[in-house]
């Protein structure tokens, strides 16, 4: 594997279930991001990881549960969400969270997910 | 209010041609800049990357910047179809170089 991996890649899930995003980077980076494209809309960063430390939340409901283990691993954990939560989920990473070139940032392929 | 600002396009322009991509933004303690090129039903991908007032080139894409009129542009000489995606403009937020502001994106076709 290379670069940044999301699964799953497609997500339909009931107002009521649990699941879990999953990313992951092959790049030694130690910063990464949840970010959510939705249509019509810019892409919003949510969360941000900087070596297994979350430095920032862009007031993002409860709802969504980051968790970064490792700088290697970030998931998004969702519970009970709204069916204006469907979107595109991107994860991206950058070497750091600290100044250019380092904050460059490499997205993965994303989840697309649909709240019914 | 953080924002980014970029003509949404569609711009569409011949094979061959300069495509010409503007942006601009109101934060003016901005530090970074990036353009991404975001394919339909893909993710994006980092395309340039500027940091510093005047042109940067990297084959046929150039960036612009100009830090006191708080505008980016990026220019594609010899446009192909291959060009023809959505290409988004971030900028970093005041607080943090690790926080991108994105605009909605600009529309490129690129006719053969």
């Known amino acids: 594997e290379t670069g940044v991996t999301q699964t799953p890649r497609h997500l339909v899930m009931g107002m009521t279930n649990k699941k879990s995003l999953k990313c992951e980077q092959h790049?030694?980076?130690?910063?990464m991001y949840w970010y959510k494209q939705s249509a019509k809309k810019p892409l919003e960063l949510m969360f941000v990881?900087?070596?297994?430390?979350?430095?920032e939340n862009n007031s993002v409901p409860s709802r969504f549960s980051p968790e970064c283990p490792n700088s290697s691993h970030l998931f998004l954990h969702l519970h009970t969400l709204q069916p204006e939560d469907s979107a595109l989920y991107l994860c991206?990473?950058?070497?750091?969270?600290?100044?250019?070139?380092?904050?460059?940032?490499?997205f993965g392929p994303g989840t697309r997910l649909t709240v019914l | 209010q953080k924002e980014v600002e970029q003509n949404s396009g569609p711009l569409s322009v011949p094979e061959g041609a300069i495509a010409s991509l503007n942006c601009t933004y109101s934060?003016?303690?901005?530090?970074?800049f990036f353009w991404y090129r975001q394919y339909s039903g893909k993710s994006p991908e980092l395309i340039m990357s500027?940091?510093?007032?005047g042109d940067k080139e990297d084959g046929r894409f150039t960036a612009q910047l100009n830090k006191a009129s708080q505008y980016v542009s990026l220019l594609i000489r010899d446009s192909q179809p291959s060009d023809s995606a959505t290409y988004l403009c971030?900028?970093?937020?005041?607080?943090?170089?690790?926080?991108?502001?994105f605009g909605k994106g600009t529309k490129l076709t690129v006719n053969p």
């Open positions: 934060d003016r303690v901005s530090q970074s």
């Open positions: 991206a990473s950058s070497l750091t969270a600290g100044g250019p070139p380092d904050n460059e940032q490499f």
């Open positions: 971030a900028v970093t937020a005041q607080g943090g170089s690790e926080k991108l502001v």
């Open positions: 990881y900087n070596f297994k430390e979350q430095t």
């Open positions: 500027i940091y510093s007032n």
């Open positions: 790049l030694g980076h130690n910063a």
